[in-house]
């Protein structure tokens, strides 16, 4: 067995794992990458593929991503790639990985041009999440991962995002019953999209709520500087913004986000970014055709379509969110 996992994780969490695996009796090769965001990249991908070459890794060997959606992207990235192919497990550590990342097969690593531009699908044979894991989650990264659950009741359950207006200080308290509740619904909405388009032909692209701009703001502030999560909270206020300019959606949907991210402990306005670097990180988006950007707009709160819009309107909209 491969377990990859990185130096945040692993000391945590990493010994009752490595106890359960052993009373299957088979070999663990370890590897620990470093944390964070900015080495979801080609070094570490490469470090992990040579790793296994020299551990003797072969077609039937099964890989764990063990840790949040950065370990969880490459190393399904590396699964999918070593000998054209290994079946590995999603074993999420983070909210943000249990309700998102582990689910659906999309795997992949950064460039400085954009985020996730390299990677594959491939999916996961098994998905083991374990809500005990996330005890130690600290509280930034916990509200990051309210995030992309929040992301569902827009695109998908107006009755969802109305729950969760009610549940969030419970679940911002971690309650085990709420938390357990908001996992399983954000994954049977994931995964009903997932299997209605599994490689995003067309209804997939609705979880790309909130990450046109989201994204955007991830790889033009650097890597790192804005977690996952907090980049699609602010994506999100900018694309309901777009969605009442452009669609003349209902303005309640900007005011009632913005209220319940702010609850979630998330950021509502973004750091000020270059237009120019803005837009043209947008352009550059994998939803984009031809150089048209196109961003999930919301018409009514449970309802997503893909849209193209004018640069100068979405432009008005990042300005009219961020500091
Ligand atoms: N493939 C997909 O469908 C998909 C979906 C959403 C996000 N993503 C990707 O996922 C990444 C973000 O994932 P993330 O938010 O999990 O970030 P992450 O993987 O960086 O984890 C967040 C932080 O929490 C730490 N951590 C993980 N588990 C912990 C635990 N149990 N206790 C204490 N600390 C713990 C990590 O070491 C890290 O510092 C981004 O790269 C994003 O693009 C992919
Ligand atoms: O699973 C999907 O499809 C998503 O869009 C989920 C997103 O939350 C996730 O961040 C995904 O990695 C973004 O995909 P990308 O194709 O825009 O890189
Ligand atoms: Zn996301």
């Not at 997939?204 to 701009?213: D, P, S």
Request: hydrophobic content about 50%; proline content about 5%; glycine content about 10%.
């Amino acid at each position: 067995m491969l377990l990859v996992s990185n130096e945040t994780v692993m000391p945590l969490h990493g010994a009752a794992l490595k106890a359960e695996l052993a009373l299957s009796g088979r070999p663990v090769d370890s590897f620990v990458l470093p944390d964070g965001e900015a080495h979801k990249n080609w070094q570490s991908l490469q470090s992990l593929l040579e790793f296994w070459a020299e551990a003797g890794a072969d077609r039937h060997s099964v890989v764990l991503a063990f840790g949040g959606g950065v370990v969880g992207d490459l190393a399904g990235c590396a699964a999918a790639l070593f000998m054209r192919g290994l079946r590995f497990i999603q074993i999420p550590t983070t909210l943000l990985a249990q309700v998102d990342s582990s689910v659906g097969g999309k795997t992949g690593i950064n460039l400085p041009q954009g985020k996730n531009l390299v990677g594959s699908f491939h999916q996961p044979i098994a998905v083991w999440a374990d809500q005990g894991l996330l005890r130690t989650l600290p509280e930034r990264e916990f509200s990051a991962g309210l995030a992309e659950v929040i992301k569902y009741g827009p695109i998908a359950d107006s009755e969802f995002f109305s729950w969760l207006e009610g549940a969030m200080p419970a679940l911002r308290q971690r309650d085990s019953e709420t938390l357990a509740l908001a996992v399983r619904r954000s994954c049977e909405i994931k995964a009903a999209v997932v299997g209605a388009d599994e490689r995003e032909g067309g209804v997939r692209a609705i979880l790309n709520f909130g990450h046109t701009f989201g994204h955007a703001l991830e790889a033009g502030l650097g890597y790192g500087r804005l977690l996952h999560g907090e980049a699609v909270a602010l994506g999100m206020v900018m694309a309901a913004e777009l969605s009442h300019r452009h669609l003349g959606t209902d303005p309640a949907l900007v005011s009632r986000l913005q209220a319940l991210l702010r609850v979630a402990g998330l950021p509502i306005r973004a750091p000020r970014m270059d237009p120019a670097l803005f837009m043209q990180l947008m352009r550059g988006d994998k939803k984009s055709v031809s150089g048209m950007v196109r961003y999930v707009l919301i018409p009514a709160i449970g309802q997503a379509e893909l849209v193209a819009a004018p640069d100068e309107m979405a432009l008005a909209c990042v300005a009219a969110h961020s500091e």
